[in-house]
């Protein structure tokens, strides 16, 4: 069964450091997620994009972060500058189509340790 | 309360029984679904209700939708020890598949 890829499972960095998670995507896919989920809270939406352009953004995707989809398969997000509140279980998803009554498929997630 | 409470925050029970999971959300919504989120790993999708549906099976899932209460339940029939999770609602309205996750419910399945 086709599945979200998300690495690395586990990133440790210092503050101040830019990181970049890696997501692949389902391959016929359209359109692509950033969630977050500090520990012990609910899970948050980041972004979404489609057609190389981000469709929406939440308050909490600021200009430390950034995606790009460098490539046919993969789809990053980055940030440039990791504070130590930056620290939070990254979920990848994608779907089909982003019209209504479509299900996102979940990465496993990149664990982000600040210290 | 915020969009996507559920209730209860905890809940343990015993092999073979069932267990309900209850939603509320705030605002209107094209869907509601729910996820399982095993201890650190992704999330799951288990199953999408849309707003014009009222109930929904899938294997032991039942899942209903009362659009006029803004509330949604999650019942696990014959519960198993693998069904020990957190599960989480997620609405999505307004803008195309952006999700609203709720607070979660960490079910406990004991043998």
């Known amino acids: 069964e086709p599945e979200v890829t998300q690495t690395p499972s586990h990133q440790v960095t210092q503050m101040g450091q830019e990181v970049i998670l890696r997501c692949v995507p389902i391959s016929n896919h359209l359109y692509f997620y950033w969630y977050r989920q500090i520990l012990g809270q609910k899970v948050e939406f980041l972004v979404s994009f489609y057609n190389n352009e981000i469709s929406e953004k939440s308050e909490i995707f600021d200009d430390q972060f950034s995606v790009e989809r460098p490539d046919g398969s993969n789809f990053t997000l980055k940030i440039r500058s990791t504070k130590l509140e930056d620290s939070a279980m990254y979920f990848c998803a994608s779907s089909v189509i982003g019209s209504m009554n479509t299900e996102a498929f979940f990465g496993q997630g990149t664990r982000l340790t600040v210290v | 309360s915020q969009q996507g409470e559920e209730d209860p925050q905890a809940l343990s029970i015993q092999e073979g029984e069932n267990a309900t999971m209850n939603c509320s959300y705030k605002?209107?919504?094209?869907?509601l679904q729910w996820y399982r989120q095993n201890s650190g790993r992704g999330l799951v999708h288990l199953i999408l209700?849309?707003?014009?549906?009222r109930e929904k099976h899938s294997g032991r899932l039942r899942v209903t939708l009362d659009t006029s209460k803004k509330s949604s339940s999650l019942l696990i029939t014959a519960s198993r020890a693998a069904d020990t999770a957190s599960y989480f609602c997620a609405t999505e309205g307004g803008t195309a598949s952006k999700l609203t996750f709720g607070t979660g419910t960490r079910l406990q399945v004991t043998l």
């Open positions: 209700i849309r707003s014009n549906e």
């Open positions: 605002t209107s919504i094209n869907n």
